[in-house]
């Protein structure tokens, strides 16, 4: 069952703003946290070394503020690239709250990252981590939907073919003919969220399936 959504009820399950848990979902693996870390001390140190060797100088304070802007990138980073994909999904002209179920489970392994490395010979071999995902096929009584995948964890093992499961869909129609998007979505009976990243403010969304399905 599709209900569609008006856009304030849109703009109080995703926040403009990046919240807490988006925030550590913004943040990536460690390799992407070491990544910011090198970017904002190496950028900070640079333009701090700068800004002292401009002392007295119209130029001064201007660079002084740039090497604050880079020691808080680890910061304002992951901020930034949260609001940005929150920003993506409220950009859709059509979202509806969906009722369904589960219809289908696999899995699937997925390569995260991958670097060369030196053998015990010298030669470089490709290494590549890998984690297996889980892909949910979501669907009501006129069928088949759309897909939810993400990384799988133990928490998962209750979902089974049947399990009802609520999210957002987004469209770039009225009808939905097609999905565009989906957002983390809710197994209220396995007392469970899942997704890849937490679009939606929980407590607001469970309100809202109980404003909108209790007839």
């Not at 856009?7 to 693996?29: C, D, H, M, W, Y």
């Not at 333009?47 to 201007?62: A, G």
């Not at 880079?70 to 709250?97: D, H, M, Q, T, V």
């Amino acid at each position: 069952m599709l209900i569609p959504l008006r856009p304030k009820e849109l703009e109080r399950l995703i926040p403009s703003v990046a919240t807490s848990n988006q925030f550590q979902a913004a943040l990536g693996n460690p390799r992407k946290i070491l990544q910011r870390i090198i970017i904002s001390s190496i950028g900070g140190v640079v333009t701090f070394l700068i800004s002292q060797s401009l002392d007295r100088t119209q130029f001064y304070s201007l660079w002084l503020i740039l090497a604050v802007v880079f020691l808080l990138y680890i910061l304002w980073g992951p901020i930034l690239e949260a609001s940005r994909i929150n920003s993506k999904l409220r950009s859709y002209p059509f979202a509806a709250l969906f009722d369904g179920e589960v219809i289908d489970i696999f899995t699937q392994e997925r390569v995260e990252n991958s670097h060369e490395q030196a053998n015990k010979l010298g030669e470089l071999e490709l290494i590549e981590n890998r984690r297996r995902w889980l892909i949910l096929e979501i669907g009501d009584e006129d069928g088949y939907l759309t897909k939810i995948d993400f990384p799988l964890d133990n928490k998962h093992q209750s979902i089974q073919n049947g399990s009802q499961i609520r999210c957002i869909v987004f469209s770039n129609n009225r009808e939905f003919t097609s999905i565009n998007n989906i957002s983390d979505a809710w197994l209220p009976r396995n007392r469970l969220w899942v997704g890849e990243y937490p679009f939606l403010l929980k407590p607001a969304f469970e309100e809202l399936c109980f404003l909108r399905l209790r007839n």
